[in-house]
Each structure stands twice: as C-alpha cells, then as structure tokens.
C-alpha cells in the first residue's frame, strides 16, 4: 500500500523552520497540484515549544522530541535546521541510518562533515538535499547539478554572503567607515551579533567548498580555501575602485585551468575583489547573492536572487523536500548525485596555491608624505618584476604625515606581489601594512 | 539486463544537432563521471549525409533513414532537432508511440502542438524534455519546475530572443535606424534571411507560452498572447528612453495578479518596453537572454545566459538527455511533469484583454509644427482620463514641418490609451500613427 502522502518532520523551528512551515502549509495546494500528491508537514521538533512563530500548526504534532521524531514511521524526510556541526552531524547521520532522507540548508554542517554525510546515504539509498545551503533561494545547485551537468565547468564567481554584499553596497553608497556600517547591518538585522562568519568570509567558503567540489569533482576541502574578510577595506578603497572603473564585491571563486606544462589545476579562494563597473555581477547590491557559471559548452551564465531570509530559504527547503518526495513515490531515492559526481568519483584535487595566480591588483600603501617615497615603493616592485598601470597619490595634508598611496598592477604573481609588500612594509616611510585588493577582469 | 550505456538518437544533423554531438563526444569523460553510465551518440538521421560538420562519427552510425533510427533497439533516447510544426509532430508522436524519449530544442512545435505531445508522452510512461526550447543554455524551466516549485508564481519577465536583444542593443549603441541593424544582424549571422519570426516577437511568444503554462498551470495557449515585434521603434525612442532613464526591450511578460472583485487573472504578452536603467534585466545586451521570474516565496530570482548558439543550446539538449538518462537507468521515466504541473492538471485560464491593463506609457505623436497641436493631443488624453508626467517637443523645423512629440504618462488603462490614441491619429494636425511603448517600473 503506497502512502497517500509523504510526511515531512522539522528539527529546529526557528527563523528559517518557521518558514519552511508557512510555505509547506500556505502552498499545499500548489504544491500537490505540482506533485500529484500531497506533502504534509507532521512533525516538528525544537527545544522552545513556547515561542509563537505565527503558523497555524493544526494537525502537527509539535514538541522537542527529536529522537521521537527521527523514529517516527510518518516521517519520510527530515528536515535538518538547527545549524551548527556536532548536533546537526549526529541528527543527520541518525536520520540516514533508520532510512529517512534529509533536506538541510545547513553549508558550515557539509563543507566540514559533507564527504561522511553523502557517504553513508549513498550507502543508505537515501537523499541528502541542500539546494538553501548556497544562495538561498537561488536554485544555483541544481543549475550546477543538472542544468550544466554537460559542461566542463571552467569557473564560478559568486557573491555568497548577504552581510558582507550589504556591508560593501553600503560603504561604497555612503563613504562611512566599516565599523559604523557593520552598526547599521546588525541593527537592521542584517548582520549577527558576532558578525565574524561573515565578515571574515568563512560563510562565503563553506559555500564555495560545496561549489568547488560540484563544479569539478573534487572531494570537499574547506580547509584548504584561502579566505580574507572584508573588515580591512576603507572608504578610500571604494573611491578609488570608482575613479578606476571598478566595484568591490566580496567574492568566491573557483577555477579550472592548466598550467604552462599541460597539467590541471584547480583554484578556490574568497576574498575582496575588484570588478568591473556594469558587469552583472558589479551591480548585485545589498543582500542580495548572485553566481556567475561559465561552462565549456554554454558559456556565461548568472543567477540572482535572495541569500537568506525566512521564506527564500524555505523556497529551496521546500524545493528539495518536493524533489525527494518525487523520488521516494516514483520508487526511486534520488536521481542526480548530490554534489553532482556520485561521492565515490570526488578526487582529491590539491588547489593551486595563492602564490602562483597571476592577475592585477589595486595595492593601497600608507607612507610619510616625503620627497622619494613613491620612487621607494615603485622600485621595490620594479624588482619583483611588478609593473605599474596606474598611480594615485592623494590628500597631501602638513609635511610628514602620512598620507595614501593607491597603485594599479599590470598582471604580476602573487607571490611577487607578496615580496614586494613585505619589503615596503619593512622601509622606514611605511607607517601602516599595505593593502592589496585583487582584480578580475573576466567577468 | 540493464544495458551499459544509454543509446541517444539524433534526428536533424544541422547547428544544433552539430553541437549536441560535439558535446556528447567532446565530454564523454565528465558526462559519465557525473552519470556513473555513458550516453552513447550511436545514430544520427538526416537528408543531408554529405556536409562535413566537424565532428568525429567514429562508431556512430549516420544516414538518413529517421524511421529506422525511431524504430532501433539501440536508440533510447531521440533528440528532435529538425524544426518546423508538421514533420516534427509526427515524429515526436511516433518516437514516443514506440516508447522512445524525446528532448528537442523546437519552441514552435510545442507551443502549438505540446498538449498533445505531453498528453501522449503521459500516457507512454515516456520523458519529453526541452529545455532548450527557452533561454537556450540557461537552465531556466528546471528553475521553475523544480527550484522554485515550491512557490506561486508572481511574474515572469523574459528577454527570450537574442536576434531582437541584439538589434535593439545597436540601434541604442549607435543611434541607427531599424533597417540598417537588422542588415547588420543578418550579415552577423545573428538573424535570418526571414527575419519575420524573432522581429515580430513570434519565437518569443513561443516561449512566453511555456514559461506562462510551467508558472502557473494553465493549458498551453500560444494564439492568444498578444504579440508586438521591434520594427516600429526609431532612433528617436531609444534617445528619448535614455532621457526618461530607461532601456527598451523586447520582453515576453507573464504575471498573476487579482481584479479589484477578488478574481483571479493571468496576463501574457510580448511586446516592447522600457525598463528602468539600472537593472539587472536592463543591462543584458546583445545576443544574451535573462529571465526574472519572483515567486512568493522567493523573491524576485534572474537567469542569465546565451539564449541561442551551436553549443550553448546543446549544453541544454544534453542536460536533459543525461536527466532522462539517469531516469531510464533508476527505474523511472521522468520526475518532475515537464510543464511543471501534471498535463492532466493544465486548466484552461483565460488572459486578461491587454485593454484592462493598467501601466505608464511612453507615447509618441508626429504632428504639424503649429501653435495649438500639443493642447489638441493633450486635451485627447484628458478626456480618456489619461494624465501626463512629462512632455519632451523636439526637432523644431522650418513652418509646417512634422515633428515628433513625446509624453509619458501616469498610470492609465490600456483600453483608454487606445481609444485617445485613436482620436488622435484622426486629427488633421497628426501626420502619422502614432506609437506607444509600455513601460515596467517592477524590475
């Protein structure tokens, strides 16, 4: 006897289970108009049964019985949303092993535990879903997944993270500093108490973890993506990005090239980035995400839409838990492989070191307004074999203080550039560390 | 047994069918990594057996017996790549009679004949995939069937054909008239010898049927979309939209909305409009596509891609090939309905008649250059309770010449512009129709 509906059981109902709940019962009937048959949502489970989330929960059994839950024979699909590695690791892998499938939006949980987690439900017959954990809203992985599954992916640039694109919209808008528009984002709710996640682009990289190892096969490897924050960046960067054609965008990129002697490499990195002014991706502001794709065979690609928030998640969560139900009433437990190549193909592919990239870079020194200065700066990158597009020198203010020195490279390697910096970090004229923000000129 | 690999069948050996098979051969390697199967190309049919494509056919057979290819135990799969209503009907309905699945790239075929194909497709237990058919490479109708299925759709705006989105693009760009562009685009190759079909928003109406039937479950319906194409815009509305802050675009638009009483509507159409400069869907020049679809859950979402092409478009075949593929293989024939909702669910929703419309316009009047006329035109308008937000009078000639005079209007009913327009293309003074230009502020 096949089941009439399939029966979904919440763990953890706050901000984006609570919108799970609304979508799920405010559109039951498109969605099993969609679906053929119905998806209900029997069981939650959270510690806080006080609170009141504003959902009609007739019919739901609601308590904070998670074990009760994951147990429960009503329950073909958990939806994992508490967030976090350890309990939500332990909560997956106990719903995988009694034969639920699992739809979680959580990207810290999978860019660390993902490579166990997608073992034991390929091992299980299960599906593990997680289209919210990148971009929210925007169904990027199944773009990634299916949509380009005929591709070579060449190279993924996405802003990944709502705080930080918020944060940069708003520095370059108003000219403030950082710390007075990180203020503003946390009392709008845009930012966390402790922003660091964020700011300091480790959110960004658990997402680019799981695009890197969708786009190119390779076993997920967080730890190893070179990672550097917005929180260094002052609003002369931003004027200075304007006066020379360029947005800053906190960007995660992920590549596939060759090396001069034939062999492949991969490169995965987050960090500030330079791009051109009226590129798609340039004019993606406040917080919203948006990943450019560019495949072998299709070319240039976009998505755009929402990051976070209560209801484009639940837009995602949903999405998958439709798919999986699709899947478990056709006889079937999940059809693509979750990171797109099925987990026993992920190879280990060691990413190019940060050293060996080439490319232009915007590089902000702060120096002793003195005669001989910037002649110091540009021979000691002369003799790293860097050479200078453009040079700005700006608010010249009493003798001997210290005032900014903006340069732009020609295309230099990295490990030059850092040389370079470090030795006019260590001249005497040099009172601050220099900055260096790279540029991307593809997109 | 279950059979190595699955068997593709390509019937129309043209751009495309080039295409799909260079990316089938070309990425053989990552198309079964990512299947953990291979696709095989193992026949092709066409009349033409001599022009050489460039493609390596080692292994696959090629003459030009289609029946023979439908009918062959090898073939599971038939890619539908020959174009046209007649001869492609036929031999989508024969290929799934046999119980053969079908992708094809031909939006004219199914936005005339596709309730038929998918009702017979439903009724084999057979996939029929095209997502290729809108937006060429971007994955765009897996977005709405299943990323964002978990949401009512609000609306749709699409610039779904290349060849008009490149001439409207270079009229802008270097202030030419029509004609001369559209030379261009032919010589270019970005338009046909016939240009009748992408000029006069015909393909894009093709298209605009499918994606207003995938968002919101009505029964294919292409003759009843209202169609404007791009040959009555001149150099002086591209200067003029500039002025006011917007671009122009074809776009096919798709929304749901409710009438004052509660009832609910649907509105479809294609035509010319101007867009705010400054978004995301404004800035996509050229030969690219981009569909904005925001959903209630959400949000506003954008897709961005090549729209047509040898290779993006087969990008897009062969997606769909490896989806089916992977379903032959697990055991089922296709998970989500291919229109989103089941066929069975399609209701027939009748559009809302463009007069009950309501929207700002851009109008653009030719009158005598005399004292007088503006109030005629003017006074026209405000009996039809039409009122004005700005006026612009140009190119003051000598006595008694014609001149163009621009308005743009407050919000009014489509129904009361046309009856002012009417009256005033039969006033003496006006020495030529006149034009109107939808505007969109949503974007």
Redesign the interface.
């Known amino acids: 006897m096949t089941k009439e509906s399939i029966g979904v059981g919440l763990v953890g109902f706050g901000t984006i289970g609570t ?1 799970v709940a609304k ?1 799920l019962t405010g ?1 039951a009937d ?2 099993e ?2 679906l ?1 048959f119905p998806l209900r949502l029997v069981r939650i489970a959270d510690l806080d049964t006080e609170s009141e989330r504003g959902v009609d929960l007739g019919g739901i059994r609601f308590d904070a019985d998670t074990p009760g839950l994951l147990a429960d024979p009503e329950v073909d699909i958990v939806v994992e949303l508490v967030g976090g590695y350890d309990f939500a690791r332990s909560l997956t892998l106990d719903a995988i092993s009694q034969g639920k499938h699992v739809v979680t939006a959580n990207k810290a949980l999978l860019a660390v535990h993902g490579q166990e987690i997608f073992e034991a439900s390929a091992g299980q017959g299960v599906g593990v879903a997680f ?1 919210a954990a990148v971009g929210g ?3 990027i992985l ?2 990634l997944r ?7 992916i060449e190279s993924v640039y996405g802003i990944l993270n709502g705080t930080t694109n918020f944060v940069l919209t708003e520095m370059e808008r108003t000219g403030e500093e950082f710390e007075v528009i990180l203020k503003q984002a946390q009392d709008l709710g845009y930012a966390e108490a402790d922003p660091t996640f964020d700011v300091e682009g480790v959110d960004a990289a658990h997402k680019l973890a799981l695009l890197t190892s969708m786009s190119f ?1 390779s076993s997920l490897d967080f730890k190893s993506i070179p990672t550097e924050g917005i929180s260094g960046l002052v609003p002369l960067d931003f004027e200075m990005a304007r006066e020379f054609g360029y947005r800053i965008k906190l960007l995660g990129i992920a590549k596939q090239g060759r090396r001069a002697d034939g062999s492949p490499f991969i490169e995965a990195r987050v960090h500030p980035t330079m791009i051109p002014r ?1 590129s ?1 991706l340039a ?2 502001d406040g917080a919203m995400n ?1 990943v450019a794709v560019r ?12 990051g976070a ?1 209560e ?2 998640t ?6 998958d ?3 999986i139900a ?2 478990i009433r ?3 437990s999940g ?3 979750p990171l ?3 987990v026993a ?1 992920l190879t280990e592919q060691k990413l190019i070191p940060l050293g060996e990239l080439v490319g232009r870079c915007y590089l902000r020194f702060t120096a002793v307004d003195r005669p001989g200065v910037l002649a110091h700066i540009t021979n000691a990158l002369g003799q790293h074999g860097i050479s200078i597009e453009a040079v700005s020198q700006r608010g010249r203010g009493h003798a001997g203080a210290s005032v900014p020195v903006i340069l732009l490279t020609h295309p230099a390697k990295e490990s030059n550039v850092r040389a370079a910096l470090d030795e006019i970090d260590g001249l005497s004229d040099v009172t601050a560390p220099s900055r260096m923000v790279r540029i991307e000129e593809e997109l």
């Open positions: 919108g979508v559109n498109v969605i108009r969609r053929g289209e809203g925007i169904p199944r773009a299916e949509g380009l599954a005929a591709n070579r096969g009226g798609l004019d993606v948006a495949g072998d065979a299709v070319g240039p690609t976009l998505y755009y839409g929402a928030g209801l484009p639940a837009s995602a969560v949903v999405g838990l439709m798919e699709r899947g056709g006889g079937v059809r693509a492989a797109s190549y099925p193909e």
